[in-house]
């Protein structure tokens, strides 16, 4: 099972989101081709209510302790409540471009 399938399970199982989007970005960085270290998650949920935005992001990190944290390098989290997540037009930023040089082949 892929990594990207993996981080999805377990977002889904653990907070039951109102919207999932987690996007392999890893093309975008120094790494080999096909390679799964760098992802982008937005996920909305109401669970988010009232928890401050660290708060948010130790539930991530919690929810893909283990097997799936070690196999990342890098994590963009982008959590929001619906509320939040309709104000902000139900779109997260977007990523910038990598500065670590050009892609391996």
Not at 45 to 65: G, S
Not at 81 to 87: F, S, V, Y
Request: glycine content about 4%; hydrophobic content about 40%.
């Amino acid at each position: 099972m892929l990594l990207q399938d993996r981080i999805i399970a377990r977002l889904q199982t653990t907070f039951v989101p109102d919207y999932l989007e987690v996007l392999n970005e890893s093309h975008r960085h120094n790494v080999p081709a096909g390679s799964e270290s760098h992802f982008k998650v937005t996920l909305v949920c109401e669970q988010f209510v009232e928890q401050t935005l660290l708060q948010r992001h130790q539930a991530v990190y919690r929810a893909l302790a283990g097997d799936i944290q070690d196999a990342l390098h890098a994590l963009a989290l982008h959590t929001f409540t619906l509320a939040e997540w309709q104000t902000k037009g139900q779109q997260a930023p977007i990523s910038p471009p990598c500065r670590g040089g050009s892609v391996i082949a």
